[in-house]
């Protein structure tokens, strides 16, 4: 398998733009979650998807942020509109489901989105 | 509800010393833990987990963990760091029930000095 692909890999807008990140999760997996990273709040969990649907959103910053699921081979992440705070490197990551829940994580290789 | 705290947010050694990074968590149920690595400009990639059995779990590049449930700790260690071992170490933590989700740690800077 491919892993988890993101798309693209850097992305550089102006203030006001919108942003789409996108995500492909690794074939037959249950679960896709989005992270943000940043040198001053590290590792954050934004939102999770079982199955398709969000299961748990309550760590996205703002209603500038929105995600969507349509499929199970295709999520996107979208900031409207975006502003400079908002630069960080955007993580997908996917995970099987089993008797107990989730498995480990695989992630992508990373979103860098740069807001001037 | 489940925590994990990483004591160190950085740790200097050098080439073929051992380095022990320390992951303590809290949780009331039992748990699955693991550790991550994320090398410079990619993603995390699992190193180790623990889900049952052995406390002590070998991992990739010659890293080992041992879960110590008395003292809620999963210490990752290696007794001889490559200079290609530089990277950022997460641990993470996650109850039992199917509605747990990993929680990460704030992470480990392993700075490794010829």
């Known amino acids: 398998d491919a892993g988890v692909i993101q798309s693209p890999r850097h992305e550089v807008t102006e203030m006001g733009q919108e942003v789409t990140l996108r995500c492909k999760p690794i074939?037959?997996?249950?679960?896709l979650f989005w992270y943000r990273q940043t040198m001053m709040r590290g590792l954050e969990l934004l939102i999770y998807?079982?199955?398709?649907?969000?299961?748990?959103d309550s760590g996205m910053p703002e209603d500038r942020f929105s995600a969507k699921m349509p499929n199970a081979s295709f999520s996107t992440l979208k900031i409207q509109p975006s502003e400079p705070r908002d630069s960080a490197v955007y993580f997908c990551?996917?995970?099987?489901?089993?008797?107990?829940?989730?498995?480990?994580?695989?992630f992508g290789p990373g979103t860098r989105l740069t807001v001037t | 509800a489940q925590s994990v705290t990483q004591l160190d947010s950085q740790v200097p050694v050098f080439e073929e010393a051992p380095v022990e990074l320390r992951c303590n968590y809290s949780?009331?149920?039992?748990?699955?833990l693991f550790w991550y690595v994320q090398y410079p400009n990619q993603g995390l990639q699992l190193l180790l987990k623990y889900l049952s059995g052995s406390t002590l779990v070998k991992g990739i590049n010659g890293f080992e963990a041992e879960f110590n449930k008395s003292q809620t700790s999963f210490h990752l260690r290696k007794p001889s760091v490559h200079i290609s071992d530089t990277a950022e170490y997460f641990c993470a933590v996650r109850g039992y029930s199917s509605a747990s989700k990993i929680i990460f740690g704030s992470g480990t800077r392993l700075s490794i000095r010829p």
């Open positions: 074939s037959g997996h249950d679960y």
């Open positions: 949780s009331s149920v039992s748990v699955y």
């Open positions: 998807f079982n199955n398709n649907v969000p299961i748990d």
């Open positions: 990551a996917s995970s099987l489901a089993g008797d107990r829940g989730m498995y480990e994580q695989y």
